[in-house]
């Protein structure tokens, strides 16, 4: 993770309520390589988490604080505290820009009905969302239901969207964002975070 982030990070933290500031973790590399893979006039919507990766936009952490606000001009949607209503709000976005559109999404995702939802209607749509999702490996013994040990790829091949696993880098996953923005429809990139 780039200093610029950490730093912000550092600082966002600072400002906000102690129950509100969730460390980024293994989650650096997703957020530096989902933003700089896409182009500053690109929405992102992403959860409370994630939304840090605005300063690499030039936004102030000041500016971060309330992440029910998102944070204009630069294009961070306000948070969905619902994974699945998150990927709906993307798709809804991409259609109504016209652009690409990124949505960072976790492990709870993977079970939700809205995300399953949000990937058909971008397929019929054919709306240009990237679903940037990054999930924890799951033990056989794990108290989780079988829907979160699904493989996120099978899944979204069959909603008919382009999907590809990437290594928890930044640099693979930026490149990789940044080669599903040129495509014409939405698409899946999957990253296996490291506990």
């Known amino acids: 993770m780039s200093d610029v982030l950490k730093s912000a990070e550092a600082e966002l933290a600072a400002l906000c309520p102690p129950t ?33 990766g605005a300063v690499l936009r030039g936004a102030k952490p000041e500016r971060l604080v309330d992440p029910h606000q998102g944070a204009r ?18 798709v809804g976005l991409a259609l109504g820009a016209g652009a690409p559109v990124l949505c960072i999404l976790g492990s709870a995702s993977a ?19 990237i679903f940037l999702l990054a999930t924890t490996p799951i033990e056989d013994d794990a108290p989780v239901g079988r829907q979160l040990a699904g493989d996120p790829i099978d899944l979204a091949k069959a909603h008919g969207l382009s999907a590809v696993s990437v290594a928890a880098k930044t640099k693979d996953i930026k490149a990789a964002v940044a080669k599903a923005r040129k495509g014409d429809g939405p698409a899946l990139i999957h990253v296996q975070l490291e506990l």
């Open 73 to 90: 001009p630069y294009k961070l949607a306000p948070v969905s505290d619902a994974p699945g209503n998150r990927a709906l709000h993307a």
């Open 20 to 52: 509100a500031a969730i460390p980024l973790g293994p989650m650096g590399p997703v957020v530096e390589g989902g933003f700089t893979g896409m182009n500053k006039s690109d929405w992102v919507v992403c959860g409370t988490r994630e939304r840090v």
């Open 111 to 129: 079970a939700s009905g809205g995300f399953a939802e949000a990937m058909n209607t971008a397929v019929l749509t054919g709306a240009r969302v």
